[in-house]
């Protein structure tokens, strides 16, 4: 029996990346991925690929329960903030639970409430991941068809206040770091979860700090000169 998959918002940055594994695993036999997206256009693009689609936003909240309800697992890949649409998700993963005894699973981008109790209910299982800066441009043939963003936000906005400062910035004293972790590697993460879970439900993946970023930026921009501070 293959695992019901439904994708929240598959068509970002980080979404993409995670299909992009699933459609390139060696058992994507074994998913039925539903995706979950605003634009007809590319819905017709993903299906081509063997994805099943349905189109709608996050505001749609009985589409979202309705859906939510017949997925094995769902990946959140949409706005962490969108409380009307996260908790639709969640009463449609409690459907499925009483109707079926089963225990479903939802991954979820970004933090949420600490007042949902739904792991403590016992009718789903949530994993909940925490990103730090991710950077890396997107490859694969989602890129190439222009489905999805290559590109991450943080990243060129850096680049974009830097080239207009003339120089790399620093906050305050230049202290603090912005750790980060590569597009690629936040999708294997996310993927590998179920396989390596322990007692917690939350995981915060980085890397390096962005500190480096902003050197590698200033030594380029005005070699021999400090940060300018940013406000």
């Not at 439904?6 to 992009?20: A, D, E, K, P, W």
């Not at 594994?21 to 539903?34: G, Q, R, S, W």
């Not at 589409?63 to 949409?78: C, G, I, R």
């Not at 294997?188 to 890397?207: A, E, N, P, S």
Request: charged content about 20%; glycine content about 8%.
């Amino acid at each position: 029996m293959s695992t019901e998959m439904l994708q929240i918002f598959i068509t970002g940055y980080i979404g993409r990346s995670v299909l992009q594994l699933l459609l390139d695993h060696c058992k994507h036999d074994a998913f039925a991925i539903m995706a979950y997206v605003r634009s007809e256009e590319k819905a017709k693009k993903l299906e081509a690929f063997g994805v099943h689609t349905a189109i709608g936003t996050l505001d749609e909240v009985d589409k979202l329960e309705d859906l939510s309800s017949k997925a094995n697992v769902v990946l959140n890949t949409a706005d962490s903030d969108h409380f009307a649409g996260n908790t639709a998700i969640l009463r449609g993963l409690r459907k499925r639970h009483e109707r079926t005894g089963e225990v479903p699973i939802l991954i979820h981008t970004s933090g949420t409430d600490e007042e949902i109790t739904h792991s403590i209910l016992g009718y789903a299982r949530t994993y909940i991941i925490l990103p730090a800066m991710i950077y890396g441009l997107a490859t694969g043939k989602l890129v190439d068809t222009g489905i999805v963003k290559r590109r991450s936000i943080q990243v060129p906005a850096i680049i974009k206040a830097s080239l207009a400062r003339g120089q790399g910035g620093v906050v305050g004293e230049g202290k603090n770091f912005w750790p980060n972790v590569h597009i690629d590697d936040s999708a294997y993460y996310t993927l590998l979860f179920r396989q390596c879970i322990t007692i917690d439900d939350r995981y915060l993946l980085c890397t390096l700090a962005v500190q480096l970023f902003l050197s590698v930026f200033n030594d380029a921009l005005a070699p021999g000169t400090p940060g300018a501070a940013w406000a």
